[in-house]
């Protein structure tokens, strides 16, 4: 199966913000019944482990519905963490969604931007976290970004994305058709594993961009999380 270069429903403009916020909330459930935020919880709670760490800051990029960001706010007040986590998106509609879902949350905090322009200065949060978002781009879009992820980073930039196989999207394709009406979350889910990489594409990518060694995990189903660490565990 080749990368497909088709636009994804939700990144082209026009889309009502009915079908938008349905889709948003198609993708919380998907989130969490495929565990997309496992990657990112085993690795903050290993690494703030070995580092004793009891505060961290996180932005995470192309937040979406502020699932992610409410999940590791909850998880870091049950440690006893100090958390401070930026969600940044550039659509409007999304960062109402991410806002009424992160209201119990006030680790976290909302930025509307572009992730390309990104209004931050360098070495701003410890972690920079992407999810589910680079296969949105071109690879040199995305090695342009992981550069700029890596200089507003202090300790590590986090990467959890999908990994593309043809069980993978004909798996979300009927998945979706049997649980949604939704037009986008039926168009994208299957649209964004035919957009993604294969574990060797992605591990290209990551050589390519040149910030670091990145450790790549192949996750259960079809998922990869990817990490960058900019210092040693001894150094945080």
């Given at each position: 199966?080749?990368?497909?270069?088709?636009?994804?429903?939700?990144?082209?403009?026009?889309?009502?913000?009915?079908?938008?916020?349905?889709?948003?909330?198609?993708?919380?459930?998907?989130?969490?019944?495929?565990?997309?935020?496992?990657?990112?919880?085993?690795?903050?709670?290993?690494?703030?482990?070995?580092?004793?760490?009891?505060?961290?800051?996180?932005?995470?990029?192309?937040?979406?519905?502020?699932?992610?960001?409410?999940?590791?706010a909850r998880?870091?007040?049950?440690?006893?963490?100090?958390?401070?986590?930026?969600?940044?998106?550039?659509?409007?509609?999304?960062?109402?969604?991410?806002?009424?879902?992160?209201?119990?949350?006030?680790?976290?905090?909302?930025?509307?931007?572009?992730?390309?322009?990104?209004?931050?200065?360098?070495?701003?949060?410890?972690?920079?976290?992407?999810?589910?978002?680079?296969?949105?781009?071109?690879?040199?879009?995305?090695?342009?970004?992981?550069?700029?992820?890596?200089?507003?980073?202090?300790?590590?930039?986090?990467?959890?994305?999908?990994?593309?196989?043809p069980l993978a999207?004909?798996?979300?394709?009927?998945?979706?058709?049997?649980?949604?009406?939704?037009?986008?979350?039926?168009?994208?889910?299957?649209?964004?594993?035919?957009?993604?990489?294969?574990?060797?594409?992605?591990?290209?990518?990551?050589?390519?961009?040149?910030?670091?060694?990145?450790?790549?995990?192949?996750?259960?189903?079809?998922?990869?999380?990817?990490?960058?660490?900019?210092?040693?565990?001894?150094?945080?």
């Amino acid at each position: 199966m080749r990368r497909s270069l088709e636009k994804e429903m939700m990144d082209l403009p026009g889309n009502s913000r009915e079908i938008l916020e349905e889709d948003l909330a198609n993708l919380r459930i998907i989130n969490r019944s495929l565990g997309a935020y496992r990657g990112v919880l085993r690795y903050l709670r290993g690494v703030t482990r070995a580092g004793r760490i009891r505060a961290f800051s996180l932005l995470d990029l192309g937040t979406g519905a502020g699932d992610i960001p409410a999940a590791l706010a909850r998880w870091a007040r049950n440690e006893g963490i100090e958390a401070k986590i930026v969600g940044l998106d550039l659509d409007q509609v999304t960062l109402d969604v991410a806002g009424e879902q992160t209201q119990s949350c006030p680790e976290v905090s909302l930025v509307r931007a572009d992730v390309f322009r990104l209004p931050f200065i360098p070495s701003s949060f410890d972690f920079v976290h992407a999810s589910q978002l680079l296969h949105h781009f071109t690879e040199e879009e995305i090695v342009a970004l992981l550069k700029d992820c890596s200089k507003i980073a202090r300790r590590g930039v986090l990467i959890s994305d999908l990994v593309r196989h043809p069980l993978a999207y004909y798996g979300i394709s009927a998945l979706t058709r049997l649980f949604s009406r939704n037009e986008m979350t039926r168009t994208d889910a299957p649209l964004s594993v035919k957009r993604a990489f294969t574990l060797s594409e992605w591990e290209d990518l990551f050589d390519r961009a040149a910030i670091g060694h990145a450790r790549v995990a192949a996750l259960f189903p079809f998922r990869i999380f990817a990490f960058f660490p900019l210092v040693s565990y001894e150094a945080l």
